[in-house]
């Protein structure tokens, strides 16, 4: 009987496993930059734009590969609501640095027209670009940033507005690749920084007139003495929220008290004087003085930030003057 023994061995097979996206997030460094660290919509707010005041501002990217071959790299750059309320979007808001209760609303918009946010949906992602080994990749992308209509911007106050975005209200968000691969925001684990800024507006204090209308007198006998007549709607002006002001009256003769005089409107030959007054008991509208403090017979006021009205009263001492229409222009001044 023979005894067969089997000898075996234990062979070793050596293998590599290789992987082709996900490469270490040292692979590329990106930074990114809003405006230099300031968007300014303008320092010039009023209620003549305070719904629409806007401006572009330029939002750049650099990323860099780090190593000997190429990578894709892909980017998202995302921003909440501000250090007013991190969580809302649209509108942001912008405090008054001397008033915080005061505020001016405003929105941020992408290329594409879309909010600028924080989310998947909201979060600007340009698209997955390749870099060469040790090569740097730049990109810019124009964001709007515009003030909105219908939160009360007009009723702002003279002030300085800004709205923070630094310590962690943006989020650069950043990873490579080796292959060209889809990507999305909301499952980024890339390494993460920051790009602060802030959204700065300046409100200052104005008056527009928005429209005047005629002192009518209507037709009168030419023994009529003494008669007054008014508009309730002459001046409608709007100024700034808490603007102080002070109308003067002039006509067209100059006469720094209000004492004009009309004149007949086929000949000009003829003349029938008048006197601006600023109410029915007959204080004097004149124009003697060309700034808020040295205007002592105009009418003074204080803007709220919406339409104002003003009644021009007009009396005439005597009408015994040749038949005829008579009319004067009356410029209005208004001292802020």
Known sequence: MKLFQWRYGLLLLPFTL?????????????????NNGTVNISNTITPSNANDAQITATLTYSCTNNVDSAR????????DGGDYDSATLNPR??????????????????????????????????????????ATV??????????????????????????????????????????????????????????????QATVVNECKINTTSDVTLGSRPASTTSFTGSNNQAIDMTCTNGALYNIGLS???????????????????????????????????????NTYATLTNGVKGTGDGTAQLHTVYVTVPNSDVKPANYFDTVTIRVNY
Do not use: R
């Not at 290789?18 to 809003?34: E, F, G, K, P, R």
């Not at 964001?143 to 209200?169: E, K, P, R, W």
């Not at 004087?273 to 204080?283: A, E, F, K, R």
């Open 251 to 289: 006509p067209s003769n100059g006469d720094i008290n209000g004492a004009g005089v009309m004149t007949d409107t086929n000949t000009h030959t003829y003349i029938l004087p008048y006197q601006l007054l600023s109410n029915s008991t007959g204080t004097v509208w004149g124009n003697n003085g």
């Open 18 to 34: 290789w992987l082709s996206v996900n490469s270490a997030h040292a692979d590329i460094t990106c930074t990114a930059n809003m």
């Open 72 to 79: 894709y790299a892909s980017l998202c750059l995302g921003v």
């Open 93 to 134: 808001y912008m405090t008054n640095l001397n008033n915080s209760s005061t505020k001016l609303a405003f929105t941020m918009t992408q290329p594409n027209g879309s909010v600028w946010g924080n989310s998947n949906d909201s979060t600007y992602k340009p698209a997955t670009f390749l870099i060469g080994p040790n």
């Open 138 to 199: 730049n990109g810019s992308a124009v964001i709007t940033v515009s003030l909105l209509s219908s939160f009360g911007n007009t009723l702002a106050t003279q002030g300085v507005y800004s709205s923070d975005f630094g310590a962690n209200h943006t989020t650069l968000t950043y990873q490579s690749y080796v292959d060209d691969v889809s990507f999305g925001c909301g499952s980024e684990t890339g390494i993460e920084s920051q790009f602060p800024f802030q959204v």
